[in-house]
């Protein structure tokens, strides 16, 4: 069974902090508005627990931006926001009134640019301090419950397949994630809205990661 110790667990949140740092800056020139992002909460869970936590966090559906990885961590990472959530954030980044119905229209392409940066930033974080390289796919677009968005049976079957070729599958942990991304309007008033980071690994990257966190914590 998966799991992480205390010093691990810290390695890690140190890891994604400098990741959602990268991503803050680049989000504040890409908007010309200061985005602060921070990271509250970091579990590790079984696969189902992450979905159970997803739905109580709302009864609505979820929109995600989802990104793929391969190389020497494979899996995927997804981007979550609550449906209403995710409509305030455009609003919020276009810093325009702009109506519901045309806001909808703009939700997937400006969701699909802001996933992007964050997974992007999200992700390199772990090459800055491990010894290990991957490749992203491009980003996509996706709406439903929490169960769709977090089925891997369904939504890896590329991945799927070329795990079947090497004889690997899929860790069943989750990096669950809860993050708070904070804008300012033209009123300089404060925005708070709550999404959510998930990352799931295959069990090679499982494994990987282990050795690579052994590596920095114990090589002294």
Known sequence: MFSL???????????FNMGLGMAAS??????????????????VVHYDEAIH?????????????RQNFTGELSGTALLIFPGVNSLELVRTLLKERVPLEVLTELEQETLLDVGNVILNAFLESFTQMMSVEFEFESP?????????LLNITSHLAEQRQSMRDIGEGFDEHAFLLMMDF?????????????????????QQAMVVLKRELATILYQF
């Open 53 to 65: 936590l997803l739905q109580n966090s709302t009864t609505e559906k979820m929109v995600a931006v």
């Open 182 to 202: 904070k804008t300012s309007d033209e009123d300089d008033t404060q925005h708070t809205l709550n999404g959510f980071i998930v990352l799931l690994f295959t």
């Open 26 to 43: 680049s989000l504040s020139q890409m908007v010309e508005n200061e985005i602060l992002l921070s990271l509250p909460k970091l579990k």
């Open 140 to 148: 996509e677009f996706l709406r439903g419950s929490s169960p769709f």
């Open 5 to 15: 110790d205390e010093l691990e667990e810290d390695a890690l949140k140190e890891f």
